[in-house]
C-alpha cells in the first residue's frame, strides 16, 4: 500500500459567472522513502495540488489517502493528528516565518500546539532540529531578519521536522534562492530523507532541480497531469511534447 494515494482530485475556484479548474482530476501514488517530484510552469496548479493534500485548501472534489486514511473525511480532531506525520515546508523563506518569533519559537511551535514539553527540553529539542538543517544554537535567539534566505529556508525545514512526520510537500523551497544557495538547500533534503526516512512531494518549476531529487516525476500542465513516470524515464525517454519542451528549455543544475 502507497503512503499517500491522490484520487481524481479537483479544485474549481469560482471566479465571477465561471470556475477556473486550477487542478484537474489528478491521480497518483507516492511509495514510503521516496520522492515524487512535480514539476511545471508558474500556475499550472502545482501548489494548489500539495495545499489540498493537507487539506490547507479544501478540494472541490476526490480523495486523499494517507497510510489508506482518508484525509478529506477526517474531523478536526483527527486531522490535527494527522498533520503530525504530514508538514510543509513553503517556497517563501522570507513571509514564512513570522518576524516577531525568535527562532526558538519558530521550530518549536509545532511541539506546544501537539505534544506538551518544559521550557528546557523545548529549547533541547530546536538545538538538536537547528544541528539537523547545519545550524547551530546560536540562533535560537534571534529573529528571522538576521539571517540570509538560505538559512531562513533552513529554519522552516528544521521546523516541518519538529514532529517527526513521515510525509513533507516541499513546495518550491529553492525558486526564491540564488542557484548556489538552491542547490545546498536540495542536498541537505536528500540527506534529511536518508537520515529520518522521509517521503517528499517535492513542486518545482525546475525540471533540473527535480531530476536530481526525485525518485518519480509528474509533469503538470494547466491543472492536470500529462507525464508520471521515473526520474530516469521522464527525463531521458519523455512521451509528452510538454514534457520535452521543459527539458530543452532549462540550463543543467549541478549540486
Known amino acids: 500500500m502507497p503512503l499517500l494515494e491522490v484520487r481524481n482530485l479537483t479544485k ?25 517530484g ?17 487539506r490547507l485548501i479544501e478540494p472541490t472534489s476526490g480523495n486523499v489517502l494517507f497510510n489508506g486514511e482518508d484525509v ?6 483527527r486531522m490535527r493528528a494527522l ?21 526558538l519559537d519558530i521550530v518549536t ?76 538547500i536540495v542536498n541537505l533534503l536528500a540527506q534529511l530523507q536518508r537520515e529520518f526516512g522521509l517521503t517528499y512531494l517535492f513542486i518545482s518549476h525546475s525540471m533540473p532541480v527535480v531530476r536530481y531529487l526525485a525518485t518519480r516525476i509528474a509533469v503538470m500542465r494547466a491543472g492536470k497531469i500529462v507525464e508520471i513516470g521515473t526520474a530516469e524515464q521522464v527525463t531521458e525517454r519523455p512521451a509528452h511534447e510538454y514534457t520535452r519542451a521543459l527539458l530543452a528549455a532549462v540550463p543543467e543544475f549541478s549540486c
Do not use: N, W, Y
Open 83 to 103: 498533520r503530525k506525520d504530514m508538514q510543509i515546508v513553503f517556497q517563501d523563506p522570507f513571509g514564512s516565518l513570522d518576524p516577531r518569533f525568535r527562532v
Open 38 to 54: 512535480l514539476v511545471g510552469e508558474s500556475g499550472c496548479g502545482k501548489t494548489t495540488l500539495g495545499r489540498m493534500i493537507l
Open 109 to 184: 511551535e509545532p511541539l506546544v500546539i501537539h505534544e506538551k514539553h518544559s521550557r528546557a527540553e523545548l529549547r533541547t529539542k530546536a538545538s538538536e532540529l537547528l544541528r539537523a538543517v547545519g545550524l547551530d544554537e546560536s540562533a535560537l535567539g534571534r529573529f528571522p531578519h538576521e539571517f540570509s534566505g538560505g538559512q531562513r529556508q533552513r529554519i522552516g525545514i528544521a521546523r516541518a521536522l519538529a514532529l517527526k512526520p513521515k510525509f513533507i510537500v516541499a513546495d518550491e523551497p529553492v525558486s526564491a534562492l540564488d542557484v548556489s544557495v538552491g542547490a545546498q
Open 12 to 36: 474549481v475556484f469560482e471566479t465571477g459567472a465561471s470556475g477556473h479548474r486550477a487542478v484537474d482530476d489528478v491521480s497518483f501514488t507516492i511509495d514510503a522513502g521516496e520522492t515524487l
Open 72 to 77: 478529506l473525511q477526517a474531523d478536526a480532531r
